[in-house]
């Protein structure tokens, strides 16, 4: 325990950072799409029988549970969603911290992580609260891949020696490294069977598709791929760890003998062939359960373009390639920061996407083609979340053809898996992990000659290297220009929270205008005007006692 308290640390400060920028940025009023949530659902919020629509799934669960503790205990206060999603921020470096453990990545390499984790490139999801439910998914997906990871155990070849300590040699195999992943093997059939749904039918909402795609394609992997070797002698688990690290490996269906000196899976090890399937199915139907949902559910974008995506494309080939490249970009830098800061020209914007993609072909070509992925596809499964979230962006966004709109930082906690899997592939590649031009030990035998494939290896390390430096370096800037920026947000928030005191004496253009509700709609400020009716009839939000007295002393 005492060697996880420097993660528990890091993770703890990066909450407290968190908090520390909204309550320099967020000032607690509604506006944007909190107006469509309150005259939608708060004049009833405590009605259950709102939530028996087949759309349900799309409109993400967990937030009429949060809503009614909001209302009845706070008010509807916006900071207390902002509060929830700074805690989601930390679930996900909960998980890597996990991952880092269990892999004997030392503190070190962890806290490389946390300027991508806790990085502020994500700046408009976490001060809208109404995003705090996607920070909670990807928190949740990210402990879902490393019990996966550690469930599973190595796909293709051996783990690493873990490194034993201590008490760590008197039977307590679940805090040493791998032991994370034995602990998900005594229990992990359960937990990743249960987990799943929760993700899918409670918080992922439209993030599912690119969760569950993903999970399906690891499953199926594991399925096809992973093929039991017992060919080498080993000293039982029980000996060695004690009779509940053996009970552990049975919990996915394995035995004593498929486990090696160190407690790790052997070679090829999988659970039972039946235990894949059904774990799958965990994953498969809630994610067909949300499909069927969402065939009910009424798209409502406004400001998008009423055109087939084939017109659309054949008036300029070139834009699906300007918005996935211009999205890319944004894994360096946020948006503000190349247009606002650097003034960066479109094709800047697609050069440094086209450096980002590139790097992403690199640390997969070293997962799939060398030794990491036979250690562990963690990595390998967070950039395949990070691709396919800039697909689903594209797939749901293009519609408003803009090839700057996959740049919002609202997308940038969806691109953000894609970051940490790059930097997690240049970790495993530290010395001890993988030898660096050496030929790939899949394909190495007795007696045969080691076949020779140094090639562009070295030229994509490096280059995956080259690549996460600039993620860092990029991260920590738009951070410190963010923190920077906090200020200017809050009296913007405040200028919104004194429009709201008045709004009876305000006219709808100036409530369009300030609440920046659906500008483009000609009855934007007649909505504004309904939302700040029904908590001012109740009390809620601005119009609590507390927020009343508040105010009063910001208008002296």
């Known amino acids: 325990m005492k060697r996880f308290l420097p993660y528990i640390a890091l993770v703890a400060a990066g909450v407290v950072f968190c908090l520390l920028y909204v309550n320099r940025a967020v000032c607690d009023v509604v506006y944007t799409d909190y107006i469509r949530i309150v005259n939608t659902y708060l004049p009833d919020v405590f009605d259950l029988s709102g939530m028996a629509v087949p759309d349900i799934l799309t409109r993400v669960p967990a937030n009429y549970i949060a809503r009614m503790v909001n209302v009845g205990v706070f008010g509807y206060s916006t900071l207390f ?49 109404t995003g705090w439910a996607h920070f909670w998914a990807m928190g949740l997906i990210y402990l879902y891949f490393e019990m996966m990871d550690g469930a599973v155990g190595s796909l293709l070849g051996p783990g690493p020696e873990p490194a034993m300590h201590g008490a760590d040699m008197q039977g307590r195999g679940r805090h040493m490294p791998g032991g994370a992943g034995l602990h998900a093997a005594r229990t992990g059939s359960v937990w990743l069977c249960l987990l799943a749904p929760v993700i899918t039918l409670l918080f992922a909402g439209p993030y599912c598709v690119a969760i569950s795609v993903v999970a399906l394609v690891g499953w199926g992997w594991v399925y096809l791929c992973g093929k039991p070797h017992r060919d080498r002698g080993c000293v039982p688990t029980h000996e060695r760890f004690g009779p509940h690290i053996a009970d552990g490996n049975r919990a996915m269906g394995s035995k004593v003998s498929d486990y090696d000196l160190a407690g790790s899976p052997k ?165 001890g992990r993988a030898k660096w031009g050496a030929a790939n030990p899949r394909e190495e035998k007795p007696g045969e000659a080691k076949p020779n494939r140094r090639g562009l290896w070295p030229v994509a390390g490096i280059y995956a290297i080259t690549i996460c430096v600039f993620i860092l370096a990029g991260s920590l800037y738009t951070t410190a220009s963010e923190w920077r920026k906090a200020p200017y947000r809050k009296a913007y928030g405040e200028h919104i929270r004194e429009v709201a005191m008045v709004f009876d004496t305000v006219d709808d253009e100036t409530l369009r205008r300030t609440f920046d509700y659906r500008t483009q709609e000609a009855d934007s400020g007649a909505k504004v005007r309904s939302a700040l009716t029904i908590l001012k009839k109740h009390g809620w939000n601005v119009f609590r006692e507390d927020a009343l007295g508040h105010e009063s002393l910001i208008i002296r």
């Open 267 to 431: 070679s090829g090890f999988v659970p039972s062939k039946g235990r894949v399937v059904c774990t799958a199915l965990c994953v498969a139907v809630p994610f067909a359960l949300y499909i069927w949902s969402n065939a009910y559910a009424v798209e409502d974008h406004a400001g998008a373009a009423d055109v087939a995506f084939g017109a659309a494309v054949r008036g300029d080939l070139l834009f699906p390639f300007r918005f996935l490249l211009k999205a890319l970009s944004t894994v360096l830098l946020g948006s503000e920061q190349l247009i606002g800061e650097f003034g960066m020209s479109g094709t800047g914007m697609c050069t440094l996407g086209l450096a980002v993609f590139l790097g992403y072909v690199a640390c997969l070509w070293i997962n799939v083609r060398q030794k990491p992925m036979q250690e562990t596809w963690f990595p390998t499964m967070l950039l395949l979340m990070g691709l396919a979230s800039h697909g689903l962006v594209f797939a749901s966004r293009w519609i408003f053809l803009s090839d700057t709109y996959g740049m919002s930082s609202r997308y940038a906690l969806q691109y953000q898996a894609g970051a940490l899997g790059m930097v997690l592939t240049v970790a495993s590649l530290r010395p």
């Open 81 to 129: 969603d902002v509060a929830l999603g700074a805690v989601g921020v930390g679930m996900g470096a909960w998980a890597l911290a996990l991952y880092c453990r269990r892999r004997g990545l030392g503190v070190g390499w962890f806290a490389l992580l946390m300027p991508v984790v806790f990085g502020l490139g994500k700046w408009e999801m976490m001060n809208n609260g």
